[in-house]
């Protein structure tokens, strides 16, 4: 495998996952009652709108075809989402924790593919950004949680 086709996979995989997350921050922004959550979860899905965008770019920039759309896993995530909310007395609760475990995943991938030494500085750059963003969405929505139960 090329070594352009090596980092666009990589790429293309965290690209999914945010197609996820976009989904995912707005069906829970859909799910919510709290005007404040329904802006975070916004914003996030804005956020990650906006990774995807800049990840798109660099699968480009390396000659590769960037994926279109999520994961099935994603929309089965999201469906649970929905789902779980329709049965938990404290939905706004439910839907938080399941939004902090899809970023805990996005997180992990994120590190899974920053340990790899041999990318390049500028997508070293972009993934390190993203990651801590991530990481500070889930430390907000863990004070958000606490917040609400």
Same mark, same amino acid.
């Given at each position: 495998?090329k070594? %352009?086709?090596?980092i666009? =996979?990589?790429l293309n995989?965290l690209l999914e996952k945010?197609?996820d997350a976009e989904?995912?921050?707005?069906n829970a922004?859909d799910?919510?009652?709290?005007s %404040?959550l329904?802006?975070?979860f916004?914003?996030? /899905? +804005?956020?990650?709108?906006e990774?995807a965008?800049?990840l798109? +770019?660099e699968?480009?920039?390396?000659g590769e075809?960037?994926?279109?759309?999520?994961?099935?896993?994603g /929309?089965?995530h999201?469906?649970?989402?929905?789902?779980k909310s329709l049965?938990?007395?404290n939905d706004?609760?439910?839907?938080?924790?399941?939004?902090?475990?899809?970023?805990? /995943?996005s997180?992990e991938?994120?590190?899974?593919?920053?340990?790899?030494? =041999?990318?390049?500085?500028?997508?070293?750059q972009?993934?390190?950004?993203q990651?801590n963003?991530i990481?500070?969405?889930?430390? +907000?929505e863990?004070?958000?949680?606490?917040?609400?139960s």
């Amino acid at each position: 495998m090329k070594f %352009t086709e090596e980092i666009s =996979n990589k790429l293309n995989e965290l690209l999914e996952k945010n197609y996820d997350a976009e989904k995912g921050y707005l069906n829970a922004a859909d799910n919510v009652e709290s005007s %404040t959550l329904k802006i975070f979860f916004k914003r996030r /899905a +804005t956020e990650r709108s906006e990774f995807a965008k800049e990840l798109r +770019t660099e699968i480009l920039r390396y000659g590769e075809d960037p994926k279109d759309s999520g994961s099935f896993k994603g /929309a089965v995530h999201r469906n649970w989402m929905s789902l779980k909310s329709l049965f938990k007395s404290n939905d706004e609760e439910a839907i938080l924790e399941e939004a902090i475990r899809g970023e805990e /995943a996005s997180l992990e991938e994120y590190n899974e593919v920053l340990k790899d030494r =041999n990318l390049p500085p500028s997508i070293d750059q972009m993934l390190f950004k993203q990651r801590n963003a991530i990481q500070a969405a889930i430390n +907000t929505e863990k004070v958000h949680e606490e917040l609400v139960s």
